[in-house]
T-cell receptor, first 109, second 116 residues
Framework: GIQVEQSPPDLILQEGANSTLRCNFS?????LQWFHQNPWGQLINLFY???GTKQNGRLSATTVATERYSLLYISSSQTTDSGVYFC???????????FGTGTRLTVIP | NAGVTQTPKFRILKIGQSMTLQCAQD?????MYWYRQDPGMGLKLIYY???????DKGEVPNGYNVSRSTTEDFPLRLELAAPSQTSVYFC???????????????FGPGTRLTVT
């Protein structure tokens, strides 16, 4: 299957700080999604972004498919941003998502 | 729209017991998926379905069975539960109009299963 690597594995931020999370993938992809898994285990769709740039409030994401990476930007972080952020891709010709191991974000007041 | 719903939320099984995890979606999606998430890991695909009556194996299908008799429902059956099946199970759905690959997947709230 396709390899999905996320960095950093862990991140601790002071409230109000900005951060960038990275996702590298090893093959051509059809789709790329970013998820936030909150402390209750729920998976929340953040972005569906196979290419280009999107913004949603304090969050934005950029995917450069030709160079096989995606970035998730979090600005003015809040304690409610804490949790694990997953990048997931589906390989050309397949239909399931391959997940990275995530970035665990902790935002402290 | 309720989106993707799963029941039960929690379950404890004894080794060797069987159970069915229920999943339903009301978004008229043709694709449905079952994933499992082990502690500290990302999700891995167990089975998926591209439409009623059509299912196929994912990365980790051993010990599970699925069926899809309707567009809305996609139950996952565990036969002879083993401790290795202790995990959180997520159901997901997406829409595809072939030949295009499916659009984004939407996930249910998960079922936390413990086998002792």
């Amino acid at each position: 299957g396709i390899q999905v690597e996320q960095s950093p594995p862990d991140l601790i931020l002071q409230e109000g700080a900005n951060s960038t999370l990275r996702c590298n993938f090893s093959d051509s992809v059809n789709n790329l999604q970013w998820f936030h898994q909150n402390p209750w285990g729920q998976l929340i769709n953040l972005f569906y972004i196979p290419s280009g740039t999107k913004q949603n409030g304090r969050l934005s994401a950029t995917t450069v498919a030709t160079e096989r990476y995606s970035l998730l930007y979090i600005s003015s972080s809040q304690t409610t941003d804490s949790g694990v952020y997953f990048c997931a891709v589906d390989r050309t010709g397949a239909y399931n998502l391959f997940f990275g191991t995530g970035t665990r974000l902790t935002v402290i007041p | 729209n309720a989106g993707v719903t799963q029941t039960p939320k929690f379950r404890i099984l004894k080794i060797g017991q069987s159970m069915t995890l229920q999943c339903a979606q009301d978004m008229n999606h043709n694709y449905m998926y079952w994933y499992r998430q082990d502690p500290g890991m990302g999700l891995k695909l167990i089975y998926y379905s591209v439409g009623a009556g059509i299912t196929d194996k994912g990365e980790v299908p051993n010990g599970y069975n699925v069926s899809r008799s309707t567009t809305e429902d996609f139950p996952l059956r565990l036969e002879l539960a083993a401790p290795s099946q202790t995990s959180v199970y997520f159901c997901a759905s997406s829409y595809s109009s072939l030949p295009r690959a499916p659009y984004e997947q939407y996930f249910g709230p998960g079922t936390r299963l413990t086998v002792t």
